[in-house]
């Protein structure tokens, strides 16, 4: 049966079934017209009054508006109902759950139903080009959203936020199996941080990984000896022979890795902690 076939192609996991719904969803928003935009201003706050209030009520009877004849679009008013479809938004879209609408709110409510048709779209190629069977328990970091969940089955047993890499060093998108866990770990400082972040630190103050329980070693070989990172002068030292040093965290309260790294082999060199 082709048709079974090619169905049963893309994921069958909950996450990009949940993004075909509101791929559907979407696109009869944007076809019927999608949201009106909101002009830039001050910060609405509960309980203030600005003639913008009308267009955010707009904005949000479309996607989160409580169900019902409450919810008052031609009010100037911030109201208990308006705090309630504010914060719902901003909880949905990742950001801080105050109910205030400020700059990142704002932005966030302004882009347009189109825009979130082609986010979605772009969001369920990635989902086929990972994992499809993601098994019965697994962990997910959704690094758009700064959130890691583990799941069994399709309960949601742990929820907490996370933090990802930074723009200039993005964290990847990628499936991996976790492989064991590693108990009070010793961090290796990679060498990137070792030639942008440690040296220019070493050269105001030459007791810089001294203070921070970091070891210094002659190379990343296994005869390396240890060396006093405080005896040497760090203005002479080019970014190419810190590359060659080793620079390893002890273990304890003040490591960066904190009490348990999580281990999942991949090409990337990424870790939990």
């Known amino acids: 049966d082709l048709d079974q076939f090619l169905a049963g ?48 009520r707009k904005r949000l009877r479309v996607t ?15 109201d208990t109902l308006l705090k309630q479809a504010v914060q719902a938004f901003q909880r949905r879209h990742g950001l801080l759950v105050d109910g205030i609408i400020g700059a990142n709110t704002l932005a966030a409510m302004n882009i347009t139903a189109a825009e979130r048709v082609d986010s979605i779209r772009l969001n369920m190629v990635r989902w086929r080009w990972q994992d499809h069977d993601l098994g019965e328990q697994y962990v997910l970091v959704n690094i758009a959203a700064f959130n890691v969940k583990a799941f069994q089955g399709a309960s949601v047993i742990l929820d907490m936020p996370v933090i990802v ?34 040296l220019p630190k070493l050269r105001k103050n030459p007791k810089y990984l001294v203070d921070r329980h970091v070891r210094l070693f002659s190379s990343w070989q296994s005869d390396a000896i240890e060396l006093d ?38 090409r990337y060199s990424v870790y939990m902690h």
Do not use: C
């Open 9 to 56: 192609l893309p994921p069958q996991h909950y996450h990009y079934m949940a993004l075909k719904v509101a791929l559907d969803r979407y696109r009869r928003i944007a076809e019927q017209g999608g949201w009106p935009s909101i002009p830039p201003g001050p910060s609405l706050r509960p309980d203030d009054t600005d003639p913008r209030i009308i267009l955010v």
């Open 64 to 78: 989160e508006s409580p169900a019902g004849t409450g919810f008052d679009t031609e009010s100037i008013h911030y």
């Open 165 to 198: 890499g930074k723009e200039q060093h993005q964290t990847p998108v990628f499936s991996s199996k976790i492989k064991y866990l590693d108990f009070n770990p010793f961090w290796n400082i990679p060498t990137s941080i070792a030639q942008e972040e440690e």
């Open 229 to 266: 990172s405080a005896a040497i002068d760090w203005h002479n030292v080019t970014k190419g022979r810190m590359a060659g040093y080793k620079l390893r965290q002890e273990p304890g309260p003040w490591n960066a890795l904190g009490k348990i790294k999580f281990s999942f082999p991949n």
